[in-house]
């Protein structure tokens, strides 16, 4: 589906994945948990592993992994963005207004707006 | 490394593993360990706390009950399952940990878990945050009613709450209603687009559940059961978890 939305070439795997894929930390109520240096160090292999692949952009399936993944990104410089899965299939069909874009990153954020004179 | 000499008791007695594997289907395997090391190697909570999975594991089965429970580290395992897949003997032991946290007196339990869980008990929505049915009701209809204005081709797009006899049984996480409500709509586009016949439940609607996080039983199953419930009394064949 990913890559239909995107195009074949730029779609990159992480590795290891699927069941082999490192969990990035958010889950199991770590992000409540009050232990945040060791929930960031918990996260650095998720962090390396979605840096080695060069993507500008990694696709959360989960509230908890999108808000854990962002926090990486900024924590150890990455600069990488978080997008859940339904606004990108909504960017590829044309239909992302300009109000449900708050994790798309400037280069994307006026690509093919639906609707622009709804700007909040 | 650690310079004291651990002696084992001499009266035999029952160790938490031990009965931890009497609750378990197959005894969670707990007892099956060949010590091979593959459930750390890539467990990303290995050296926290000084701890790692195979460690905890060797303490559990040695029956170092007081430093197995008295440790942070089981805060520290997400429960991600990883090592059971890499396991040659699929041994559960994110099952163990989350007995060993389901054994902390819940007030010492964290506080933030805690607060999470005890919020999604004080109303019918299960939601983390403690946001209503009512309000929940209030957001969804008002941003459905600003975007069929303002996207005239999602004229005719739904976000039914409480529809009997809806194919899908939808949850969602609070904090889209709570804190960016505009970002629940990139999914009702899909699901109208695709022509689903869904609904939220004024119940239970709310995905996230803290209290299996918490290790509370009970309260994980009143989440749990009051979101199936809804979606039962709905008449609605599938539930579709957004979480
Ligand atoms: S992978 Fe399984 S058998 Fe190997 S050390 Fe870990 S628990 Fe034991
Ligand atoms: S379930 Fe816990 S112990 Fe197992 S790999 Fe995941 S974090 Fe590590």
Redesign the pocket.
């Known amino acids: 589906m990913v890559k239909t939305a995107v195009g074949e070439e730029n779609f990159i795997d992480m590795q290891p994945n699927r069941s082999n894929n490192y969990?990035c930390g958010g889950g199991g109520g770590f992000l409540q948990s009050g232990f945040k240096a060791q929930r960031l160090e918990f996260g650095r292999l998720k962090d390396e592993q979605i840096r080695a692949t060069g993507a500008q952009y990694c696709i959360a399936g989960c509230h908890n992994c999108h808000a854990q993944i962002h926090e990486l990104s900024e924590h150890y410089g990455g600069g990488y963005h978080v997008i859940h899965l339904w606004t990108l299939l909504c960017l590829a069909l044309g239909i992302l207004g300009p109000n449900e874009r708050a994790y798309l990153g400037d280069d994307l954020r006026e690509v093919a707006v639906f609707h622009p004179e709804s700007a909040k | 490394m650690e310079e004291t000499v651990i002696r084992l008791g001499g009266k035999r007695r029952t160790t938490f593993m031990e009965k931890v594997r009497e609750i378990l289907p197959e005894g969670g395997h707990l007892n099956l360990c060949l010590t091979c090391g593959a459930?750390s190697s890539?467990?990303?909570?290995t050296g926290l706390e000084g701890l790692d999975?195979r460690k905890f594991l060797r303490m559990a089965a040695l029956g170092l009950d007081e430093e197995i429970l008295a440790t942070d580290w089981v805060w520290m395992?997400?429960?991600?399952?990883?090592?059971?897949y890499v396991c040659p003997m699929k041994i559960d032991?994110?099952r163990l940990?989350y007995n060993v946290r389901a054994a902390w007196p819940r007030e010492k339990r964290p506080k933030g878990i805690r607060g999470s869980c005890d919020m999604a008990l004080r109303n019918d929505s299960c939601s983390a945050m403690g946001a209503s049915p009512e309000d929940f009701r209030f957001v969804v209809e008002d941003v459905l009613a600003e975007y069929r204005e303002a996207q005239p081709e999602f004229a005719a797009m739904e976000a039914p709450i409480d529809k009997a006899g809806a194919e899908f049984f939808l949850n969602q996480n609070s904090r889209e209603p709570v804190t960016e409500p505009d970002e629940m709509v990139p999914l009702w586009k899909l699901l109208h687009l695709a022509g689903a016949d869904w609904t939220y439940g004024s119940k239970g609607w709310g995905g996230e559940n803290y209290c299996m996080f918490l290790g509370d039983d009970a309260a994980w199953k009143h989440i749990t059961a009051t979101a199936a419930r809804q979606a039962e009394e709905l008449g609605c064949k599938v539930f579709l978890n957004t979480e």
Request: charged share 5%; net charge positive; with cysteine.
């Open positions: 969990c | 459930c890539g467990c990303p909570a999975p395992c997400t429960q991600c399952q990883r090592c059971i032991i994110p940990v």
